[in-house]
């Protein structure tokens, strides 16, 4: 089975300019995540959403980023406009559903972003 | 909101020695806890879960442990190989979905 796919890999930019992230989840998973993680630090979450609904938003720093995920598959997280505390590593995951059991999160392999 | 802490931030020990990590959490409504290895430069991958419900759950040389009075688990790595290390990241999840990662521990196994 395919994995969650995300891109760019990289992607360097100067502070104020605007950058955009793309995530494909595996295929009939439900929930999908967008999580920053610093170096040093845990993954920390920003958005979650259950098909096309946003669940938890509660962590994203609305006056700069958004994410939409329109038809409840494919994901966009944007940032507009960068600061250089926004230079770390965006993990898209995925996973079947959420609820009374949970299930395992897939990770995707990241986007490293750097604001210089 | 959710807090979880992990303990130690590093880890060293010998090849084939056991390594012991600690996640405290403080919400009563997470419910399942994760626990995920992550090499340099690539995504976490689950090592192994566990639910409310269970107090232990062990596969292979990895078993995590949970005590939901105290609202803490670990994980617990016995003979030890340099494959082992990388940093480790404890997890708790509500039924919501919503998960609150520990900040990793770095483990490192001396040949």
């Known amino acids: 089975e395919a994995g969650v796919a995300q891109s760019p890999r990289y992607k360097i930019i100067e502070k104020r300019q605007s950058v955009a992230f793309w995530c494909n989840p595996i295929?009939?998973?439900?929930?999908l995540y967008w999580y920053q993680q610093i170096l040093g630090q845990g993954p920390k979450l920003l958005i979650q959403?259950?098909?096309?609904?946003?669940?938890?938003d509660s962590q994203l720093p609305k006056d700069r980023f958004s994410a939409e995920r329109l038809k409840g598959v494919d994901s966009t997280l944007k940032i507009q406009p960068a600061k250089l505390e926004d230079s770390a590593v965006y993990l898209c995951?995925?996973?079947?559903?959420?609820?009374?059991?949970?299930?395992?999160?897939?990770f995707g392999p990241g986007t490293r972003l750097t604001v210089t | 909101g959710e807090n979880v802490e992990q303990h130690p931030s590093t880890l060293s020990v010998q090849e084939g020695d056991s390594a012991v990590i600690k996640c405290t959490y403080s919400?009563?409504?997470?419910?399942?806890f994760p626990w995920y290895k992550q090499e340099l430069g690539k995504r976490p991958q689950l090592i192994i879960d566990?639910?409310?419900?269970?107090g232990e759950k062990k596969d292979q040389r990895i078993a995590v442990t949970l005590n939901k009075t105290a609202k803490h688990f670990s994980l617990h790595i016995t003979e030890t190989q340099p494959e082992d290390s990388a940093v480790y990241f404890c997890?708790?999840?509500?039924?919501?979905?919503?998960?609150?990662f520990g900040d990793g521990t770095t483990l490192t196994v001396k040949p």
């Open positions: 295929s009939g998973h439900a929930t």
């Open positions: 919400d009563s409504a997470s419910n399942y």
């Open positions: 995951a995925s996973s079947f559903a959420t609820g009374l059991f949970s299930y395992e999160q897939y």
């Open positions: 566990i639910r409310s419900n269970v």
């Open positions: 997890a708790a999840r509500t039924n919501a979905g919503k998960s609150t």
């Open positions: 959403f259950q098909n096309n609904g946003v669940v938890d």
